[in-house]
C-alpha cells in the first residue's frame, strides 16, 4: 500500500503493462490512499475509478484483526464483496496495508487533440462522437475559456490554436494500431468541423507536443500560488446540467467577486467538475461561497466530492449529496468496524456523543 503510483507504472511498462490510473500526484500519491479515497483521474472514461482496477486488499481493521482478501480473480461472488466497504472510506473504517490490482496491455499507440469549440454543447456532441467513432478513447478533458487563458499566462505558452473559443476539449486515444488510431480520430476531426461542432483543433504529432497540450490541463499547480487563499472544489454535475450551471455559477460569483478570479475545468467524460475561485482574505466569505456552489451542486442531483473524498472540509455539506438515512448507515458501519472511533477520527461525519 506504501508503493506510489508512478513507481508501479513505471515498474510494469518495460513488462507491456499499464496501471491505468493516473492523476498529477503520481509521483507522491500511495496506492494504499488511492484506494481509500477511490481516486479517479485522467482516465476514468476509459479505465474506471480505482474501485474498477482493485481485485483484492488487505486491511487492517481497528481491534488490530488482519483481513486478508487478496483476490486476484475478477468474478468471486463467494458473499459479500467486503473490499468495497473500504475503498472510498478514507481509512475510517481500516487501514489498507495491501493490494491486489488489475493492469491492462500497453498501448502501443496514443494520439492528443486539442479541439477549440463554439459552446458547451458544442462539447456534449463532440464528446457523443469521439465515444461512437473512437474505441480507444481514454480522455476527454474540458476547460472553460478563463481557465485556458490563465493557464497560457501561468506556463508562459501561447496558445496551439489560432482560433479563441469559449470551450476546449482535450482528447486522447490509446490503442494498439497507430495508423489506424490515427485514421480514426482524424476522420472523426473532419467531420466534427465540418458540422462546425469543432472550430479549430490541433493534432499532436510526436509525444512532446502531446505533452505540452498536456501541460496547459495540468497547469493548475502553476495557477494556485497566483491565487491563495483560494477555494478548490472538486464536485460532479449531471452532463445534461453542467454547461448551464458553470454560466449560473460563473455570472454569481463574478458579480459577487469582481476582482476575483474563478476558473473552471474537469472530466467531461465521467462529469467531474473541477472550480478553483479566488484569492479570499476573510474565512466568512469562503464559508459563503462553499454554501452557495455546494448548496447548487445539490439543486442539480450532483456530488459535493467526485474523487477526493470528504474529510474534514466537506462535512457540514455532507447533506447535499446524502440523505439522512444514508449518513445513518454509514455512521452504523463505522460503529461495527471501529466502536472506539479510532480510526481518522472527524473524517466524513462527527462521531457521536458518548
Known amino acids: 500500500a506504501c508503493v506510489t503510483l508512478e513507481r508501479l507504472q513505471q515498474h510494469v511498462a518495460p513488462l507491456g503493462w499499464l496501471f491505468p490510473l493516473d492523476l498529477g500526484a503520481r509521483g507522491s ?96 456532441v463532440l464528446l457523443r462522437e469521439a465515444r461512437r467513432s473512437l474505441a480507444g478513447l481514454s480522455s476527454f478533458e474540458l476547460m472553460w475559456d478563463d ?33 489506424a488510431a490515427s485514421a480514426g480520430l482524424e476522420r472523426m476531426l473532419q467531420t466534427c468541423i465540418a458540422d462546425t461542432v469543432v472550430q479549430d483543433a490541433v493534432l499532436a504529432q510526436s509525444p512532446n507536443q502531446a505533452k505540452a497540450l498536456w501541460e496547459i490541463r495540468d497547469a493548475i499547480s502553476e495557477l494556485l500560488p497566483t491565487m491563495k487563499p483560494y477555494l478548490a472544489f472538486d464536485v460532479s454535475v449531471p452532463l445534461a446540467e453542467m454547461g448551464c450551471f458553470v454560466d449560473a455559477m460563473q455570472a454569481a460569483l463574478s458579480d459577487q467577486y469582481p476582482s476575483h478570479k474563478h476558473l473552471f475545468f474537469g472530466h467531461l467524460g465521467d462529469g467531474n467538475l473541477h472550480l478553483v475561485s479566488g484569492p479570499y482574505m476573510d474565512e466568512k466569505e469562503m464559508l459563503k461561497v462553499e454554501e452557495q456552489v455546494y448548496g447548487a451542486i445539490g439543486m442539480v442531483g450532483g456530488s459535493i466530492s467526485a474523487e477526493h473524498g470528504i474529510g474534514v472540509v466537506k462535512k457540514p455539506f455532507l447533506h447535499y449529496s446524502r440523505a439522512a438515512n444514508q449518513v445513518a448507515l454509514m455512521r452504523s458501519l463505522k460503529q461495527v468496524l471501529d466502536p472506539q472511533a479510532i480510526l481518522n477520527a472527524g473524517r466524513i461525519f462527527e462521531p457521536p456523543a458518548r
Open 29 to 124: 500519491c500511495h496506492l494504499g490512499g488511492n484506494a481509500a479515497t477511490n481516486a479517479g483521474g485522467n482516465q476514468v472514461l476509459r479505465f474506471g475509478m480505482m474501485r474498477q482496477s482493485v481485485l483484492g486488499l488487505e486491511v487492517a481493521l481497528a481491534g488490530g484483526t488482519l483481513l486478508t482478501m487478496l483476490d486476484r480473480v475478477v468474478k468471486n461472488n463467494a458473499g459479500f464483496d467486503l473490499k468495497h466497504l473500504f475503498i472510498g472510506s478514507e481509512g475510517t473504517l481500516g487501514v489498507i496495508t495491501r493490494l491486489s490490482l488489475k493492469l491492462t496491455p500497453l498501448a502501443n499507440a496514443s494520439r492528443t487533440v486539442l479541439c477549440a469549440l463554439p459552446s458547451y454543447k458544442a462539447a456534449t
Open 147 to 179: 481557465y485556458f487563458d490563465a493557464a497560457l499566462r501561468a506556463t508562459g505558452r501561447n496558445s496551439p490554436l489560432d482560433a479563441r473559443c469559449p470551450v476546449y476539449a482535450l482528447m486522447e486515444t490509446l490503442g494498439a494500431d497507430e495508423e
